[in-house]
């Protein structure tokens, strides 16, 4: 497995941009697949990005395509979730998370085996 750790979550206004960033450390970065998913108080995790392990192909949930950016820094072994636009029902807490496995895309929580602890993000007025 590997460890990840967030940042980067907090109390924006509607409109407004956040950027989340998830470092690991563990087995080798490049060699997997990231995501990011979420969960709403009262729901269940959803998927939100992935990005794949190689030529870094990415993958959206359709409520966040053209607003999040996921990107990866191999070199630093961190994945990024650039969110734009957000809206009130953004308002979760975001985990990044690992998959070993080399399907694509990876959107389904059994896929991955490594998750962080959370950041919240709200996003309010």
């Known amino acids: 497995q590997v460890q990840l750790v967030e940042s980067g979550g907090g109390l924006v206004q509607p409109g407004g941009s956040l950027r989340l960033s998830c470092a690991a450390s563990g087995r080798t970065f490049s060699s997997y697949a990231m995501g990011w998913f979420r969960q709403a108080p009262g729901k269940e995790r959803e998927f939100v990005a992935a990005i794949d392990w190689s030529v870094g192909s990415t993958y959206y949930a359709d409520y966040v395509k053209g607003r999040f950016t996921i990107s990866r820094d191999n070199a630093k072994n961190t994945v990024d979730l650039q969110m734009n636009s957000l809206k009130p029902e953004d308002t979760a807490v975001y985990y990044c998370?690992?998959?070993?496995?080399?399907?694509?895309?990876?959107?389904?929580?059994?896929?991955?085996?490594?998750w962080g602890q959370g950041t919240q993000v709200t996003v309010s007025s």
């Open positions: 998370a690992s998959t070993p496995g080399t399907s694509w895309p990876a959107f389904l929580l059994n896929e991955y085996d490594s």
